[in-house]
């Protein structure tokens, strides 16, 4: 029997999967490299934005002609799923298993016993924590995963200790807030545990609540030589009554403040963020305010959304009353700013001498998880020593200085 996964959404979702694929395989399930091959078929669905259900919603009908000619075949939707979409999906999937039903099935802590079937030979998820009690107006999270649930720090440890074993040279860390991780200890303390396991690797989380960010944690990312000083912390809007319209528990200036606190500690990381455009109500000089912002912090990346109402949420009971077109010259605005400080923050690192992990021949990134075209192969699944000639808005192109494999390079 094989089996075939497909997944749209989030590194968690990612994660879910490469978890299903371990389940499977002990099972005695092989793996299919497309849909045409497979005996089962599994959805790993994203339901945050109506773009990511209207895929999926695409793929059924794909599937359901593929049963046409293969009868047998079963298909799975799983991942997070809103309720108004199970009931729109019965009829096209064979079974249909929420994100929260799953933990049952296949509970997160499992790896700790079975390593998941990781999609890379050298970076792994690991998450550490499920579900959000945050409720932000816009946001389907805590309705599709459910109230928070932190993993046993002992049970990461272990699972982390594994990896490293195996190999692996790179730790994702992944949450729906990392921040909120509480199980007898806190992130920060859960983070100077595992930078103490022996061995050469990299730690980075997704993601960050700044109305959780303690300094505490900023301390730890900047004393520590494996932690990546990169930061991926949603600020969602420049104005604190849309933020306030959010639920999102933090001004402006707090925000503001983290960033230079973290700025000022760490001078050269690597800052993302996410902004919705066009929340319900949201006037010009609101997105003004957002703009100021954007070209205030210069962030590195920003992942720019339309608004789209999801259904239970509290701002699905709001006007959607930006227009289409709205939304999409305030997006292209600040789109256009975000490439002007981006491209401006990447040359700071032209003439300077990285550590830098290949993730293909082609390709690495640095220890601030810049992604770096190479002027010459390298092996994948290393660490090597880069010298960075030249800078562009998404990436910087680098001369690899070694490329024999390396596991001891200290300079950052």
């Given at each position: ?46 339901s945050?934005?109506q773009?990511?259900v ?33 009931k ?23 790896s ?6 990781y ?45 490293i074993k195996k190999g ?9 807030n ?18 103490n ?33 990169y ?18 528990n ?26 919705i ?7 010009k000089?609101q ?6 912002l954007?070209?205030?912090?210069k ?10 109402p999801?259904?239970?949420t509290?701002?699905f009971q ?6 289409a ?5 305030r997006?292209?605005i ?17 003439g300077k ?17 810049k992604?770096i ?6 092996v ?10 030249h ?12 490329t024999?494999?390396n ?6």
């Amino acid at each position: 029997m094989k089996y075939h996964i497909i997944t749209y959404g989030c590194q968690m979702n990612k994660s879910d999967s490469e978890r299903m694929a371990s389940v499977l395989e002990n099972a005695g399930y092989k793996s299919a490299p497309n849909i045409n091959g497979a005996d089962l078929i599994i959805v790993n669905m994203c339901s945050v934005r109506q773009s990511a259900v209207d895929r999926v919603y695409g793929l059924s009908k794909k599937l359901a002609n593929l049963k046409k000619n293969k009868p047998k075949l079963k298909t799975i939707l799983t991942g997070c799923i809103l309720e108004t979409d199970r009931k729109k999906m019965k009829n096209k999937f064979d079974q249909i298993i929420s994100n929260q039903e799953l933990n049952h099935i296949i509970p997160i802590g499992r790896s700790a016993l079975t390593l998941p079937i990781y999609s890379s030979s050298f970076s792994a998820y690991v998450p550490i924590m499920t579900g959000c009690n945050n409720f932000c107006s816009y946001c389907v999270v805590p309705y599709t995963r459910g109230r928070e649930y932190s993993r046993p720090a002992s049970e990461i440890i272990s699972e982390v200790q594994r990896i490293i074993k195996k190999g692996y040279l790179e730790i994702i860390l992944l949450g729906q807030n990392v921040n909120s991780y509480k199980n007898k200890k806190h992130f920060p303390e859960l983070l100077k545990d595992i930078q103490n396991i022996p061995g050469n690797f990299w730690i980075s989380f997704l993601t960050s609540h700044p109305k959780d960010f303690s300094d505490e944690l900023i301390k730890v990312m900047a004393n520590s030589s494996k932690i990546c000083h990169y930061l991926h912390l949603a600020v969602q809007s420049g104005d604190d009554q849309i933020l306030k319209k959010m639920n999102r528990n933090y001004t402006v200036g707090q925000y503001e403040k983290i960033i230079y606190k973290v700025r000022k500690i760490m001078p050269q990381i690597n800052i993302s963020t996410d902004i919705i455009v066009g929340f319900p109500g949201e006037t010009k000089k609101q997105f003004a305010n957002t703009k100021k912002l954007m070209q205030k912090i210069k962030f590195d990346m920003a992942y720019i959304a339309q608004y789209s109402p999801r259904p239970h949420t509290k701002a699905f009971q709001l006007k959607d009353n930006i227009s289409a077109k709205e939304k999409k010259e305030r997006a292209q605005i600040l789109n256009q700013i975000l490439k002007k400080t981006a491209l401006q923050n990447n040359q700071k690192y032209i003439g300077k001498k990285v550590k830098a992990l290949v993730v293909n021949p082609k390709q690495a990134k640095t220890k601030t998880l810049k992604k770096i075209r190479l002027d010459k192969p390298a092996v994948p699944g290393t660490f090597i020593s880069c010298q960075i000639t030249h800078a562009q808005a998404w990436k910087l192109i680098g001369h690899p200085l070694n490329t024999t494999q390396n596991h001891n390079i200290n300079s950052d």
